[in-house]
């Protein structure tokens, strides 16, 4: 069975057990998948709202990016699960002889870049949610404003989260030229969003106040 096909309650039991996975990789897809579910709820709450019938075309375009997005960070979940798992058995090989230390090296530097994936296709999704909750915001229905900010929040989380899980790995990779490529875009797509993000939940306080 797929992470994602559990109850809640049984992912927190298996978040909280002693298993490689699911981890902290997968906690911040979830994370970010329920921002953007968050997102396309308050889509369908503002739609045909007669202050807002306007935005008709903009709600289904941001509506059908929302759900894009929550189906993908979902499944990067599951990504993340399947892609740690070579990685922790391969912490486990014997090297004891310089021969089974070359095998189990270039065994972990495929692994460490495989693990990366999940992790930064996060980011990429996270930040890619965050601007749907910016584009929102302001054709809304007020009434329910505050789950734009629980949104963005959520998606924030992952964003900043899944950075760890990037940093976590990358800085054991021994391919100079992929850490480099990798932490400028990861490092970029973290300042944006959390400016983007925190400017979001900014304008909803200042609506809730």
């Known amino acids: ?22 981890g902290g990789g997968g906690a911040a897809a979830l994370s970010g998948a329920l921002g953007a579910a968050l997102n396309s709820m308050v889509v369908n709450f503002s739609m045909g709202k007669k202050k807002l019938v306007g935005f008709e075309k903009q709600h289904e375009e941001i509506l059908k990016k929302g759900e894009r997005l929550r189906k993908e960070l979902l499944s990067a979940v599951q990504e993340d699960a399947e892609n740690f798992e070579p990685l922790s058995k391969a912490y486990g090989m014997p090297s004891s002889t310089d021969e089974e230390k070359r095998i189990k090296e270039e065994t972990m530097q495929r692994c460490l870049i495989t693990a990366c994936g999940a992790p930064m296709k996060t980011m990429v999704l996270a930040h890619e949610g965050i601007l749907l ?12 404003i505050s789950d734009i900010g629980v949104g963005v929040q959520l998606l924030k989380a992952a964003l900043n989260s899944a950075y760890l899980n990037v940093l976590i790995n990358i800085n054991s990779i021994n391919d100079t030229d992929y850490v480099k490529e990798n932490k400028e875009k990861t490092e970029k797509l973290l300042k944006d969003g959390n400016e983007r993000a925190d400017a979001v939940y900014e304008k909803v306080l200042k609506i809730l106040s």
């Open 133 to 144: 909750h910016e584009e929102l915001a302001d054709i809304s229905s007020k009434t329910i």
């Open 1 to 22: 069975m797929k992470l994602t096909q559990l109850s809640c309650e049984k992912f927190a039991e298996e978040l909280a057990s002693r298993k490689p996975v699911p």
